[in-house]
């Protein structure tokens, strides 16, 4: 049988980014313009016994990783993938997933990761989107079979028609029609020769959470993430002290990325990884293996700062903890700053193209400093990072004719870590893209008198009550400095009368049952306007719903505070 032909990938990776910017960006020197796996080998090379990876299994030095990664290319070529190829990986935080990213790296492939826990459905749209040739996961997952089903359906015609090869990983022998993870592992590598792809085109596939029907998939190139994501990094760390990198976000999330490309590849660091995050693993991780960095979600370091509580004393102090993925309020900013004793920088970042925080100086100079502005300041932007420019409202066609200082629009970005372009989804670049290759974020914000960014919330999150709106993202900042609250979210509910009402889900301290009536006094006392008052009130005792890649769940919450409100209202009478 003779298989499909393969879709060109300068088709499926099309750059929406004039390639006169992309060569300007690296001439300047914000791009290595290297490939991933030559940057990584290079590194390997100087400090062949420098640790790579710390995981469940013990320490991984560079050139154990290194030789673990060529095995796995060479096993991947002799059973057909090639450069250009997508590959699939499923895998738990670890050295597995580390070196598949270096081994596909090392291949010219293209990697999309998506975290442990997604759907069948998921997966298979993901795969089938990208055209991915192969794929490694998990033989058994949480009762779950991932590898085996996989395989199946790829024997169902028309299911999976690109998908060749199916790794699984984890013990024991190899489901039918899957390839065992630890035999490719032990192949003979030393004909192999690493390919050299261009360090402008396609080498990881990020998978975004958007609000589509379908996850999003977007393209990075090499520069983009060593040179763009890797300078984001960069102004964070110490001088002369390589990162080492405690990831409580799984590698395969879009903040992941960071991960191999940029903490290995990029910088020569140290990763340190929990297979699955719980806060007394990762307050263990943090004594034990002394990062220098944290890299998590709020909601992550909240539960930490809940079990710290209990405990006699904090861990060393990193030198700062990396939250992003959901807003970082005052409150938890400051009791972080307190409890670890570091720098905490509040990083706004998405899959589909933007990054900005501040520098470490900024961030301690900032830290207890009450702030009075519209929305979170999040930093200056960094043009080694991204340029970003705020579109009026409504419209925004052209990022040249931007809003004034102070004024607030869609943020849109572009600059050395803009990806190629969405995988798969025409639509999406165009609605997501402009012709110059500016990203439009979807988000709302404003850029201060200072040059700082300001991020205000979601557009799409929006609340429309009675025809005016109401940002949740600024009702959250206030109530999270009420003292019964611990975090929260809000949401719009439906309502036959107003459209939508807004409705505050909190997770409440412990001991604490925070009402309607106070949250609203506290809003008051804040001179928050009464129509932006919340006037439902969620008490979430579990704490907030996550999705696969660790960012709350508002579209889970949504749905639950509906129920709540319609059950209380069917009570009423």
């Not at 393969?6 to 088709?11: D, E, L």
Request: aromatic letters at 2%; proline letters at 9%.
């Amino acid at each position: 049988m003779t298989p499909p032909s393969r879709t060109p990938s300068a088709a499926l990776f099309h750059d929406l980014v004039p390639e006169a910017l992309r060569r300007g960006w690296a001439a300047e020197g914000h791009c290595p313009d290297l490939d991933l796996y030559a940057l990584f080998r290079a590194h390997r090379i100087a400090a062949p016994h420098a640790t790579a990876v710390i995981d469940a299994a013990g320490e991984v030095s560079y050139a154990e990783l290194d030789d673990r990664a060529r095995c796995l290319a060479a096993g991947l070529a002799a059973h057909g993938v090639r450069p250009g190829d997508v590959v699939g990986v499923a895998l738990p935080n670890g050295r597995d997933a580390v070196t598949a990213d270096l081994a596909l790296a090392a291949l010219g492939a293209v990697v999309l990761p998506f975290p442990v826990g997604r759907g069948r459905r998921e997966a298979r749209s993901l795969l089938g989107r990208s055209g991915a040739r192969a794929v490694i996961a998990l033989a058994g997952h949480r009762g779950a079979e991932p590898a085996r089903e996989l395989a199946a359906l790829a024997a169902v015609p028309g299911e999976l028609p690109e998908l060749r090869t199916v790794v699984a990983a984890g013990p024991g022998p190899a489901p039918a029609l899957c390839l065992s993870l630890a035999e490719l592992l032990h192949t003979d590598a030393t004909a192999f020769t690493p390919a050299r792809p261009g360090p402008d085109t396609a080498a990881r596939i990020l998978v975004s959470s958007g609000s589509e029907a379908e996850p999003k998939m977007v393209a990075y190139s090499h520069n983009a993430l060593a040179g763009g994501r890797g300078n984001g990094l960069a102004s964070l760390l110490r001088p002369g002290t390589p990162p080492r990198c405690l990831f409580l976000v799984p590698l395969a999330s879009a903040f992941g990325s960071a991960g191999t490309a940029v903490t290995l590849a990029r910088h020569g660091g140290t990763l340190v990884l929990l297979d699955r995050f719980t806060p007394g693993a990762a307050l263990d991780a943090l004594r034990a293996h002394r990062p220098t960095h944290v890299l998590g979600v709020p909601t992550m370091v909240r539960m930490m700062l809940d079990r710290l509580a209990d405990e006699p004393a904090p861990p060393a102090a990193p030198t700062a903890l990396i939250l992003g993925g959901a807003a970082l309020d005052a409150a938890t900013r400051e009791e972080a700053r307190r409890a670890f004793g570091c720098a905490v920088v509040n990083l706004y970042g998405s899959a589909d193209g933007v990054n900005c925080h501040g520098d470490l100086d900024e961030c301690a100079a900032a830290e207890g400093i009450p702030d009075a502005g519209p929305g979170i300041v999040v930093g200056r932007p960094d043009p080694g990072v991204c340029d970003i420019r705020i579109a009026p409202l409504p419209g925004g066609n052209s990022p040249t004719a931007g809003a004034a200082c102070g004024e607030a629009g869609e943020i849109l970005a572009r600059g050395p870590m803009t990806p190629l372009c969405y995988v798969g989804a025409p639509e999406l670049n165009m609605r997501y893209r402009t012709a110059g290759g500016w990203v439009r974020t979807g988000d709302l914000g404003m850029l201060d008198a200072t040059g700082a960014l300001r991020v205000i919330g979601r557009l799409k999150d929006i609340v429309i009550r009675g025809g005016a709106n109401i940002s949740p993202a600024e009702v959250e900042g206030q109530l999270a400095s009420h003292p019964d609250v611990r975090e929260v979210l809000c949401v719009g509910v439906p309502d036959p009368l107003m459209g939508e009402r807004l409705a505050a889900c909190v997770v409440p301290r412990p001991g604490r049952a925070p009402e309607l009536a106070g949250l609203c006094a506290h809003l008051d006392a804040r001179g928050l306007e009464r129509r932006k008052h919340p006037e439902h009130v969620l008490l979430v005792t579990d704490g907030l719903p996550l999705t696969p890649a660790g960012k709350p769940d508002r579209a889970a919450l949504r749905a639950r505070a509906a129920a709540a409100v319609q059950a209380e209202q069917v009570r009423a009478g």
